[in-house]
């Protein structure tokens, strides 16, 4: 997909900064499609203390309706505060989910 490649060559391009993580944070909010918040996601990650523009995006997600999307916003919470040593609080509320899945993230 198209906007999938978009993100990857954004995160390649421009690794470490602040204004691909806005753009990164804005695609994240753009849709609901699973496969490209994970893309999203990981690219976010990548780019390391950057990233955390996006936690309060990301807690946000803890709560959405799908459970990929949850288990989602978890593992990329727990990255990004490995990443960046910053303690990420909410990211305890995926320990009580419902879903398997998202606990395990």
Known sequence: DLRSSA????AT???RSPAAAHVLLEALADTDRDEFHETVAEALVGLGPEA??????????LTDE???????????????????????????RA???????????
């Open 7 to 10: 993100v990857r060559a954004l």
């Open 95 to 105: 320990l009580s989910d419902p879903d398997s899945g998202v606990r395990m993230a």
């Open 13 to 15: 391009a421009a690794p």
């Open 66 to 92: 799908h459970a990929t999307i949850r288990a989602q916003a978890a593992k990329t919470l727990g990255q990004i505060a490995g990443a960046t040593g910053a303690p990420v609080l909410p990211l305890g």
């Open 52 to 61: 955390r523009v996006a936690v309060p995006r990301l807690v946000t997600m």
